[in-house]
C-alpha cells in the first residue's frame, strides 16, 4: 500500500528564511508526486508535481521539489519565505502510473507559519 | 480562471439525518473525486467518478454513501444516515485526465454532524 508521511506537522521559519517541508513516501511501483497547498478557508491548489522527467520541479509561488528515489523523498523547499506563505500543505502519491484515475493518498499535512 | 465551487460551506446536521453535498466541477472535467478530512487527520480518498459510474472506492465509502452527477453539471455526495464519525470537511475534485493532470479541489463543506 502507498503512503506518505510528512515530517513535522507545524513547521515555523522566520520571514527571509529557508522553507524545508519534508515528505517520504512508499509505494511499491513509480509514483507520482504533488505538494498541495491549502490557504485559510480555500480549497487545495496544486503548487507542483513530478510525474517523469527531471527530478528537480518548479512550482508556483518559488517553490520547488526534489524527487529522490534513493531517498523516497518529495522535499519541499523554497530559499526565501514570505509572509502570505502561511498555509497547510500536503504532499501526496498516486499510487499507480499504470492504472488510471487513481486516486490520490495524502500525508497529514504540515501547518507552516511565518513570522515577521 | 475556472474552479471547482462546493456548496454549501458549512453544513450542520442531526446524527441520523440524511445530507447531499453539492460540487459543481469544471465543465470540460471528465473525472470527479470525493475527499474527506477528519479534523488533525489525513485527507482521505472516497470515491471516484467517471463516465457516469464508480470507478474506484475506498474502504470508507460504504452503503451509506453514493455518489451521483444528476444533471451533467453537478457531482453530489450523499450521506444517508449520518453518523457523528462523519463529521469532516468533504472535498470535490475533478481532473481533465487520469490524476497524472492537474486535479482541482473544491473549497470544501464543513459537516458537523450533532
Known amino acids: 500500500a502507498q503512503s506518505v508521511t510528512q515530517l513535522g506537522s507545524h513547521v515555523s521559519v522566520s520571514e527571509g528564511a529557508l522553507v524545508l517541508l519534508r515528505c517520504n513516501y512508499s509505494?511499491?511501483?513509480?509514483?507520482?508526486l504533488f505538494w498541495y497547498v491549502q490557504y485559510p478557508n480555500q480549497g487545495l491548489q496544486l503548487l507542483l508535481k513530478?510525474?517523469?522527467?527531471?527530478?528537480l520541479v518548479k512550482g508556483i509561488n518559488g517553490f520547488e521539489a526534489e524527487f529522490k528515489k534513493s531517498e523516497t523523498s518529495f522535499h519541499l523547499t523554497k530559499p526565501s519565505a514570505h509572509m502570505s506563505d502561511a498555509a497547510e500543505y500536503f504532499c501526496?502519491?498516486?499510487?499507480?502510473?499504470?492504472?488510471?484515475?487513481?486516486?490520490?493518498?495524502f500525508g497529514k499535512g504540515t501547518r507552516l507559519s511565518v513570522i515577521a | 480562471e475556472p474552479e471547482v465551487t462546493q456548496t454549501p460551506s458549512h453544513q450542520v446536521t442531526q446524527m441520523g439525518q440524511e445530507v447531499i453535498l453539492r460540487c459543481v466541477p469544471i465543465?470540460?472535467?471528465?473525472?470527479f473525486y470525493w475527499y474527506r478530512q477528519i479534523l488533525g487527520q489525513k485527507v482521505e480518498f472516497l470515491v471516484s467518478?467517471?463516465?457516469?459510474?464508480?470507478?474506484?472506492k475506498s474502504e470508507i465509502f460504504d452503503d451509506q454513501f453514493s455518489v451521483e452527477r444528476p444533471d451533467g453539471s453537478n457531482f453530489t455526495l450523499k450521506i444517508r444516515s449520518t453518523k457523528l464519525e462523519d463529521s469532516a470537511m468533504y472535498f470535490c475534485?475533478?481532473?481533465?485526465?487520469?490524476?497524472?493532470?492537474?486535479?482541482?479541489f473544491g473549497q470544501g463543506t464543513r459537516l458537523t454532524v450533532v
Open positions: 475534485a475533478s481532473s481533465e485526465k487520469v490524476f497524472t493532470a492537474e486535479a482541482f
Open positions: 509505494s511499491s511501483v513509480p509514483p507520482y
Open positions: 513530478y510525474t517523469t522527467g527531471a527530478t
Open positions: 501526496a502519491v498516486s499510487p499507480s502510473r499504470r492504472s488510471g484515475n487513481t486516486p490520490l493518498v
Open positions: 465543465s470540460n472535467h471528465l473525472y
Open positions: 467518478f467517471y463516465n457516469n459510474e464508480i470507478s474506484e
